[in-house]
Nanobody
């Protein structure tokens, strides 16, 4: 199985920035689709952004223009640069990955990280 290891979460003031990272150590195959989800307090989990190994990207409307997803295919690592953060961005952020291409944007993933807390104070 694939283990996804996340880092970069924390506490930040509104208007600030954070950069999340998610790596899959030890993998010898390409994770062709990777993405980020988040779950705010009292809310359902929602997709934030997805990226393919070819660089195709999809963002949720709520983060367009503020967040940037990128990846390093050689390392099977995905990043989420979060700028102009708002209190509404607060939540647990989850990394996800799948080996094969499928529907776009993806509706399912094979592997999930444990989640990292992002808190934006006003």
């Amino acid at each position: 199985q694939v283990q996804l290891v996340e880092s970069g979460g924390g506490l930040v003031q509104a208007g600030g920035s954070l950069r999340l990272s998610c790596a899959a150590p030890g993998t010898i195959f390409t994770l062709n689709v990777m993405g980020w989800y988040r779950q705010a307090p009292g809310k359902q989990r929602e997709a934030v952004a997805h990226i393919t190994s070819g660089g195709i990207i999809n963002y949720a409307d709520s983060v367009k223009g503020r967040f940037t997803i990128s990846r390093d295919n050689a390392k099977n690592t995905v990043y989420l640069q979060m700028n102009s953060l708002k209190p509404e961005d607060t939540g647990v952020y989850y990394c996800a990955a799948r080996i094969l291409f499928g529907s776009w944007p993806p509706r399912s993933y094979d592997y999930w990280g444990q989640g990292t807390q992002v808190t934006v104070s006003s």
